[in-house]
Every structure is written in structure tokens, then in C-alpha cells.
């Protein structure tokens, strides 16, 4: 059977780090506040010349050099994006143009922190119609340029990433075995960005309002959450066969400790089964499942033959997961 495996990881966070205690300096907060609610200690934060490109093409590079490929062996590249560096063109075409990738086929997923999921699915699509052999999948953000630093219940959380897998065609038993999209726009209003599109594009009446910096409902935000994972890893087990006591590892984005422990629990995984980095990056959106996937291989914390499962959601709602064979 035809499948995508993975055969490359990258992942690049910018040098800056801002921890809980510079956050103290600048808004009503406290070191104790922000880990009891989010786990977060410190995350990485994108310096003024750097955007949303210049981190996936870090990470890109780093994903070519480990899958020992050139970048005229990618034939596709997919993103999954809430930050792009402009409205166009997309950071794929950014990338396939900096990365050297020849004419290499590009696209932005937007699905806020679920673009993780969504462009892995994507890639893995389009390698198992055997149309592309390899294809290169990214995650990249730099939330803190849409961070309302006046804002503690959103600049505590939101950080900055990217994360790369380079996919290839296998005949086998390993790689991506499944995945499941989901989306649920009844909760837009719980996490968005209202100011810079159609709907109220950019005037200085929008600026002066705050609405080009992003937006969230905390506690409201908690409840869909925990149960989007819930749904999307029960499902896609079920389906495929397995339980939560196959599972070597899962990997959820990394929005909140809080809420990554209340879905292991539920989905009855223990926390020693669960990738957590949380505490170290924030959370960094579609960027938050690749960065976290890279460091747990580092780690051996995953080996060949493990059953990985993978999951995320985002505002709009967007959700999903993904069962890899290692």
C-alpha cells in the first residue's frame, strides 16, 4: 500500500526568548499566574526583521539536510500558516523560491493552529494519488506580530516557529496510516483576528480599535477545545482499529497544559505517553505539532515501529489528527 513517510524533520525558533518574568515588567501578571493557568515559562519571539518565511526556510533547510535530499527533489510544498509575511504571495512560494525547489507546486493552509494536521493530511494526499513522490510540509508562525501586549489573557500564550517534515512514497506498512479533518465555524467568535480582511480591511479607525491583533475567549475556548481532541483521536483509533494503549506517543499542539492534560486524561493516555514542550515554546500555532514531532524524535522518545498519534485544533474551529507507523 501506498503511503507517505516521513523522512526528514526540521524545526527553528527564534533566538529571542521572553520569559514570565519580562512579562511581569510588562503587564499585570506573574510568573505563578501564567504557569498555573497555561504551564508556559518562557516562549521564543521573532525579532522586527524576521518573518513568517525566514523561520519555515530554517526549518525546510534543516528537513532536506536530515531527509539527504536537494531542494529540486521537492515537488510540492504545503504550509499551514495563520501569520503569512503578506496576503500574497504565499509563504510556499516564498520558500520554493528561496529554498531553490525548481517549479515545485506551493500552497498556504489556513486553519489557524490546526494548519499542523491539516498540511501533513494535504501532503500525504497528494502522495498517495501518485501524482508527487516527495513533498515538503511546514508549519510556521510568528503570532507575536498579531500579540496584543496589553492583552494577558493572549501575549502569555502566543509565540513564535516553525517545524518541517519532508514526505516521501513508501510501499509499505510505515508512514501516515489515516487522518480526520474537522471544522465548526459556530465558534469563530471564540478565537479570531477581526481587523485586515474583507471584512473590516485596514483604516486607521481599525488600527486605533486594536482588531489586527488576535482575539480569544479563554475559558470558553477550554471547554471545545478538550473536546475536539477528544473526538478526533477516538475516532481515527477506532476506525483504524487501535486504542489509546497502542499508542506509543501522542502529540498534541501545544496550546495550554491545561488543556493537553484534561484530553489525555479523557482519551485515557498517560502523561508519560504525551509530548509536552509547552513550557518552553508557548504556543506556537500550526508550527506548535512539527516543532514538537522533531524534538520527541531527537529524544528517542520515538522509534521505528511506534504507533504516533498526532492532533491539533484552532480558531474557526478547525481540528484534526493524524496516525503515523514510525
Known amino acids: 500500500m501506498r503511503r507517505a513517510r516521513i523522512i526528514g524533520m526540521g524545526a527553528y525558533a527564534p533566538k529571542r526568548i521572553l520569559t514570565n518574568a519580562d512579562l511581569e515588567k510588562m503587564i499585570e501578571t506573574s510568573d505563578a499566574w501564567i504557569v498555573q493557568r497555561s504551564g508556559i515559562r518562557e516562549r521564543r519571539v521573532a525579532d522586527e526583521s524576521e518573518a513568517t518565511s525566514d523561520l519555515a526556510l530554517r526549518a525546510?533547510?534543516?528537513?532536506?539536510?536530515?531527509?539527504?535530499?536537494?531542494?529540486?527533489?521537492?515537488?510540492?510544498?504545503?504550509?499551514?500558516?495563520?501569520?503569512?509575511?503578506?496576503?500574497?504571495?504565499?509563504?510556499?512560494?516564498?520558500?520554493?523560491?528561496?529554498?531553490?525547489?525548481?517549479?515545485?507546486?506551493?500552497?498556504?493552509?489556513?486553519?489557524?493552529?490546526?494548519?499542523?494536521?491539516?498540511?501533513l493530511a494535504f501532503g500525504s494526499q497528494l502522495i498517495q494519488t501518485g501524482k508527487y513522490r516527495r513533498v515538503l510540509c511546514i508549519g510556521a508562525e510568528t503570532l507575536s506580530k498579531i500579540t496584543d501586549f496589553t492583552d494577558?489573557?493572549?501575549?502569555?500564550?502566543?509565540?513564535?516557529?516553525?517545524?518541517?517534515?519532508?514526505?516521501?512514497?513508501?510501499?509499505g506498512d510505515r508512514g501516515i496510516i489515516d487522518f480526520d479533518l474537522y471544522s465548526d465555524g459556530q465558534y469563530w467568535d471564540l478565537l479570531y483576528m477581526p481587523g485586515g480582511g474583507s471584512r473590516h480591511p485596514a483604516t486607521r479607525e481599525t488600527v486605533d480599535a486594536r482588531m489586527h491583533y488576535a482575539k480569544m475567549k479563554g475559558s470558553e475556548v477550554f471547554k471545545v477545545a478538550v473536546r475536539m481532541f477528544v473526538d478526533c483521536t477516538g475516532r481515527?483509533?477506532?476506525?483504524?482499529?487501535?486504542?489509546?494503549?497502542?499508542?506509543?506517543?501522542?502529540?498534541?499542539?501545544?496550546?495550554?497544559?491545561?488543556?493537553?492534560?484534561?484530553?489525555?486524561?479523557?482519551?485515557?493516555?498517560?502523561?508519560?505517553?504525551?509530548?509536552?514542550?509547552?513550557?518552553?515554546?508557548?504556543?506556537?500555532?500550526?508550527?506548535?505539532?512539527?516543532?514538537?514531532?522533531?524534538?520527541?524524535?531527537?529524544?528517542?522518545?520515538?522509534?521505528?515501529?511506534?504507533?504516533?498519534?498526532?492532533?491539533?485544533?484552532?480558531?474557526?474551529?478547525?481540528?484534526?489528527?493524524?496516525?503515523?507507523?514510525?
Not at 494577558?152 to 510501499?171: K, Q
Not at 485515557?268 to 504556543?283: A, I, K, Q, T
Request: aromatic share 8%.
Open 152 to 171: 494577558r489573557g493572549t501575549c502569555v500564550l502566543l509565540a513564535d516557529a516553525a517545524g518541517a517534515a519532508v514526505l516521501e512514497a513508501y510501499d
Open 60 to 119: 525546510a533547510q534543516q528537513a532536506l539536510e536530515r531527509a539527504n535530499l536537494v531542494p529540486e527533489d521537492i515537488e510540492f510544498i504545503a504550509v499551514g500558516t495563520t501569520t503569512p509575511d503578506m496576503f500574497f504571495p504565499t509563504v510556499g512560494n516564498i520558500v520554493q523560491h528561496r529554498l531553490g525547489c525548481g517549479r515545485a507546486g506551493s500552497v498556504d493552509m489556513l486553519a489557524a493552529c490546526a494548519g499542523s494536521v491539516y498540511s
Open 236 to 326: 481515527i483509533l477506532e476506525r483504524n482499529g487501535f486504542t489509546a494503549d497502542d499508542v506509543r506517543l501522542f502529540i498534541p499542539h501545544q496550546a495550554n497544559l491545561r488543556i493537553i492534560e484534561a484530553a489525555a486524561k479523557r482519551v485515557s493516555l498517560p502523561m508519560e505517553r504525551v509530548f509536552v514542550n509547552v513550557d518552553r515554546y508557548g504556543n506556537t500555532g500550526a508550527a506548535s505539532v512539527y516543532v514538537a514531532l522533531e524534538e520527541a524524535v531527537a529524544a528517542g522518545r520515538i522509534t521505528r515501529g511506534d504507533l504516533v498519534l498526532l492532533a491539533a485544533f484552532g480558531g474557526g474551529f478547525a481540528w484534526g489528527s493524524v496516525l503515523i507507523r514510525w
